[in-house]
């Protein structure tokens, strides 16, 4: 079991960063706050239906330091994204940022290890920017990773450019010879009129358990235009929080898509901060979960400045066991007149033993905002499947047809083709698995 | 082709077709007409096998086969086709990737090589020539967003591509104009072949001035109380079901 203690022995083991404190402030500070919240229960609001203290009860190894050599460039190939060979790799193993396995080559895109950004140029970034999802997340698992923040990376995308090839950023835990607890952490920084597609991409070696507790911050400023995907596909041995907290500071674009497919426990955080007048953002998923795995999608849209657009949909299919969470959050605050705020969650049952629970949540402060919500949950449309039957086409087939074409509307998010293909493939591959 | 004996069904309990008795021979076009509620829409379900219906009584043979005992799938594959009163909207489903699908799982079932991309598309392009339907229309989702006429057009359009030997028309006039009704029905009457037959289920007379019947048969309480060549449409569209209901009415309490 991982206790306090036990992470309080592995926090006394790091070493001092040579960046003038900063780092290791904003570690103290993490530390202590989750030693004050510790992992939170099921009584904590935020995590009523995710037993995430439940993974704790297991022996997970912290890593000290990354694995380097023991996982080679053709260990990683398992993992590798199609169009691979022409994006920008970003590797992480174990929670560490791999240099000698990640390859970053478009002009425009720089990527680097947090301490030396904090040491550096970026410093008043860095400063300003990480820890900012800890303003949301007032919870032991977020102060957790910040508590450890080691072999993170920085990431820039200079004023201006269009980055080419999108970023494919690896997360691979090896987990062959025991259970793992791996933390990756990133910082992001999207400057003015810059583009960037980023993909986040799961795998783990071996069986053991592996639980990954992730954040990635990114900011993005004046006339920049971020697409984000995340795509997870890794083995119900596997288990994740995976924050992503994007901070638009300027007028921008962002376009977020999360495809989950598998694992054992996933919690997605996805906030949106529209921190800027005329702020558009959109943000996708689409979980499909058998066996007895379990996904909760947690999202935030935090209307701070008037003007902003946000639509956000998740579209849900859950068979076996498997269990589901939606819990989306709109703030309207009180300067953000003119808000538009649109959500939509639907979920298809495929079995008696499969649950969701779905909640909407809107505050709004501000008096002149339209904003919209829904969920639903129901069962595969009996009167569409009765039409395909009565057209020559097998039980299985229509239901294959219907679900994809359920799903369809999220798959198109998926802007780049190589990528929608392949998550295309998978959703297949599973309709024909999971449905014979 | 088809025969149905003393067939009894009906949906959660409630009875609703009462012994029904038909034959329909190849080449040959029925309709059935009757009043809302007589049962009209049910045995067209039945028939395709909409799994809510319960057969309590009677058999159904159709090319030799128990229908009955099959599949809707089977059913289609058999050569049965139905076209809704109601075609189902599809949000994300291609309708020629649906029809291809279609037509592959028939030929599948009946043994035969998947259609390659060309000669499927000089298929439909000849179809679609002859039930009067748009392109756009087919890369859309399946009748999603279609209007009333679009989507009958789109059921005509399916039948002629899927070539069954009995087609049964549910309603299909209903919620459509005179205009639409004329296109549907040239559809219909292009695809009437020797080996084929159309059963026509219709509450009004009109339909039947395009697709002229051989038979009209008429339903009441989930029974076949007359039968008649197709001037007893043109005598119930002028006395209205009333006398039938009259008729009958001894009979039925």
């Not at chain 1, 200079?158 to 080419?164: P, T």
């Not at chain 1, 097998?394 to 294959?400: F, P």
């Not at chain 1, 293909?421 to 998978?426: D, I, N, Q, R, S």
């Not at chain 2, 209007?147 to 005509?156: A, D, L």
């Amino acid at each position: 079991m991982n206790t306090i203690a036990y992470f309080k022995e592995r926090f006394d083991q790091l070493q001092p960063s040579d960046d003038q404190g900063g780092l290791d402030r904003l570690r103290e500070h993490a530390f202590k706050a989750f030693s004050n919240m510790g992992i939170p229960g099921t009584k904590h609001e935020e995590w009523k239906y995710t037993r995430v203290a439940g993974l704790f009860n297991k022996e997970f190894q912290l890593p000290a330091d990354p694995l380097t050599g023991s996982i080679s460039s053709a260990d990683l190939d398992k993992f590798r994204l199609p169009g691979h060979a022409l994006a920008n790799e970003l590797v992480f193993i174990n929670g560490f940022y791999s240099f000698s396995l990640s390859r970053i080559h478009s002009p425009g895109l720089d990527v680097i290890a947090l301490e030396e950004a904090a040491n550096n140029g970026y410093h008043d970034l860095v400063t300003q920017w990480l820890g900012d999802s800890s303003l949301y997340l007032k919870d032991g698992i977020n102060a957790l990773n910040t508590a450890f923040v080691h072999g993170a990376v920085f990431i820039h995308v200079a004023k201006g450019q269009h980055i080419e090839h999108p970023l494919y950023i690896y997360h691979v835990t090896d987990a062959r010879s025991v259970n793992i607890l791996s933390q990756p952490r990133s910082l992001m920084f999207v400057n003015e009129q810059a583009q960037v597609q980023v993909v986040e991409n799961y795998g783990t070696l071996g069986t053991n358990e592996s639980f990954t507790n992730q954040v990635m911050e990114i900011i993005v400023e004046n006339g920049a235009r971020l697409e984000y995907y995340k795509i997870q596909n890794d083995g119900s041995n596997t288990n994740q929080v995976s924050t992503t907290h994007i901070r638009q500071i300027g007028k921008s674009f962002t376009h977020a898509v999360t495809i989950s497919l598998n694992g054992g426990l996933v919690r997605n955080n996805l906030n949106v901060i529209l921190d800027a007048k005329n702020c558009e953002a959109h943000l996708y998923g689409l979980y499909f979960q058998s066996g007895h795995s379990h996904i909760d999608n947690h999202t935030i849209v935090d209307n701070i400045k008037p003007n902003c657009l946000s639509n956000e949909l998740y579209k849900g299919i859950l068979n076996d066991n498997a269990t589901g969470v939606f819990n989306g959050k709109i703030f309207v605050r009180q300067l953000a007149q003119k808000t538009n705020a649109y959500q939509s969650n639907k979920n298809i049952l495929l079995s008696d033993s499969s649950s969701v629970n779905t909640k909407p949540q809107l505050e709004i402060f501000a008096d002149d905002v339209k904003c919209t919500h829904g969920c639903t949950v129901g069962r595969l449309n009996e009167e569409g499947l009765f039409y395909l039957q009565s057209r020559g086409i097998s039980e299985k087939t229509a239901r294959n047809l219907l679900l994809s074409a359920y799903a369809s509307d999220i798959l198109e998010q998926v802007k780049p083709e190589a990528l929608r293909v392949y998550v295309e493939k998978l959703i297949n591959h599973r309709l024909e698995k999971d449905l014979s | 082709m088809l025969t149905i004996q003393n067939l009894h069904a009906g949906i959660e309990g409630k009875k609703i077709l009462n012994g029904i008795n038909l034959e329909i021979k190849p080449g040959e076009v029925h309709a059935i007409m009757g009043p809302n509620g007589s049962g009209k829409s049910t045995l067209a379900s039945v028939l395709a096998g909409r799994s809510d219906y319960e057969v309590l009584e009677g058999t159904v043979e159709f090319l030799g086969k128990d229908l009955l005992g099959l599949s809707p799938e089977h059913r289609a594959a058999e050569g049965l086709f139905l076209a809704f009163q109601y075609p189902v909207e599809i949000p994300g489903l291609n309708t020629v990737n649906f029809i291809k699908t279609a037509v592959n799982e028939l030929r599948k079932y009946r043994g035969e090589a998947p259609l390659d991309a060309v000669t499927f598309l000089k298929r439909m392009k000849e179809k679609m020539a002859l039930v009067n339907i748009e392109q756009t229309l087919l890369s859309r989702s399946l009748n999603e967003g279609f209007s009333g006429g679009e989507k009958k057009r789109n059921e005509v359009f399916q039948m002629a591509m899927l070539e069954p030997r009995l087609a049964i028309l549910d309603e299909t006039d209903s919620g459509l104009d005179i205009d639409a009704i004329r296109i549907v029905s040239n559809g219909v009457n292009k695809l009437r072949k020797k080996d084929n037959a159309i059963l026509v289920v219709t509450h009004y007379q009109r339909l039947l001035d395009y697709i002229v019947p051989d038979y009209v048969h008429v339903l009441y309480n989930g029974r076949i109380v007359k039968s008649g060549p197709k001037e007893l449409a043109l005598e119930l569209e002028e006395r209205g079901y009333d006398f039938i209901k009259n008729e009958n009415t001894v009979e039925v309490a």
